[in-house]
Antibody
Framework: QVQLQESGPGLVKPSQTLSLTCTVSGGSISSGDYYWSWIRQPPGKGLEWIGYIYYSGSTYYNPSLKSRVTISVDTSKNQFSLKLSSVTAADTAVYYC?????????????WGQGTLVTVSS | QSALTQPRSVSGSPGQSVTISCTGTSSDVGGYNYVSWYQQHPGKAPKLMIYDVSKRPSGVPDRFSGSKSGNTASLTISGLQAEDEADYYCCSYAGSYTAVFGGGTKLTVL
C-alpha cells in the first residue's frame, strides 16, 4: 500500500526558509485521482491545511499562508516538497504530508508519520 | 477561512455512545458533502475514520458513524471502548480548492 515519509531539517532559524520533502512509496505520485498535501500541527494544537499539488504541477494553497508557501513535485523521484519562507516561532509544528482524494479533498489518507520542525535561533 | 468549531472535550463510559459536533458555515460544511473525520492518538499521525460525511473506509469499525445537518457535521461513536480515547478532528472542503480543519476534540473514556 502507499506510504509517505517526510524528511528535512528539524531546526530552522527565524526569517529563513523551511524546506521539507515527502517521498511516496508503494504507488505512483502520477496517479490521476490524488492530490499531494501538506498539513501541520503546532505542539498541543490542532491541524492546519497548508496546501496541495497535483502531479502536473498545479498548486492550491491556504490563503493565510499563500504568500510564503511553495509546493513542488518531482515525478521522477516520486517526491513532493514544501518550502515556507520567512519563518517565525509560530511556524514551529509537526509537518505531515498526506494524500488527498480529489480536488475537493474527500479525504486525506494515508499520512506520513510527521516531522517536527522547530524555529529557533 | 476560519477553523471549524468543535467542542474541546467529550467523555463517556465504556459501552456508551458519544457524539462530537463540527460546526462551520454554508461556505464549507453546509455547502458540500465532503466532510471527513480523523482519529489521532498521542504522538501518532491522524487516521481517516469517516469521509463524504458518512462513509467508512474499510477496516474502520461500524461503531463509528457520521452525519450532517445544515452547517453542522457530527461523528458518533457507539459502544465506546478504551482504545477510542484520542483526539478527533473534522475537515471540510471549503470551496476555491481549499480545505479547513476543526480545532479538535479530546475524547476521554471514563
Amino acid at each position: 500500500q502507499v506510504q509517505l515519509q517526510e524528511s528535512g531539517p528539524g531546526l530552522v532559524k527565524p526569517s529563513q526558509t523551511l524546506s521539507l520533502t515527502c517521498t511516496v512509496s508503494g504507488g505512483s505520485i502520477s496517479s490521476g485521482d490524488y492530490y499531494w498535501s501538506w498539513i501541520r500541527q503546532p505542539p498541543g494544537k490542532g491541524l492546519e491545511w497548508i496546501g496541495y499539488i497535483y502531479y502536473s504541477g498545479s498548486t492550491y494553497y491556504n490563503p493565510s499562508l499563500k504568500s510564503r508557501v511553495t509546493i513542488s513535485v518531482d515525478t521522477s523521484k516520486n517526491q513532493f516538497s514544501l518550502k515556507l519562507s520567512s519563518v517565525t516561532a509560530a511556524d514551529t509544528a509537526v509537518y505531515y504530508c498526506a494524500r488527498a482524494l480529489d480536488i475537493v479533498v474527500r479525504w486525506f489518507d494515508p499520512w506520513g508519520q510527521g516531522t517536527l520542525v522547530t524555529v529557533s535561533s | 477561512q476560519s477553523a471549524l468549531t468543535q467542542p474541546r472535550s467529550v467523555s463517556g463510559s465504556p459501552g456508551q455512545s458519544v457524539t462530537i459536533s463540527c460546526t462551520g458555515t454554508s461556505s464549507d460544511v453546509g455547502g458540500y458533502n465532503y466532510v471527513s473525520w480523523y482519529q489521532q492518538h498521542p504522538g501518532k499521525a491522524p487516521k481517516l475514520m469517516i469521509y463524504d460525511v458518512s462513509k467508512r473506509p474499510s477496516g474502520v469499525p461500524d461503531r463509528f458513524s457520521g452525519s450532517k445537518s445544515g452547517n453542522t457535521a457530527s461523528l458518533t461513536i457507539s459502544g465506546l471502548q478504551a482504545e477510542d480515547e484520542a483526539d478527533y478532528y473534522c475537515c471540510s472542503y471549503a470551496g476555491s480548492y481549499t480545505a479547513v480543519f476543526g480545532g479538535g476534540t479530546k475524547l476521554t473514556v471514563l
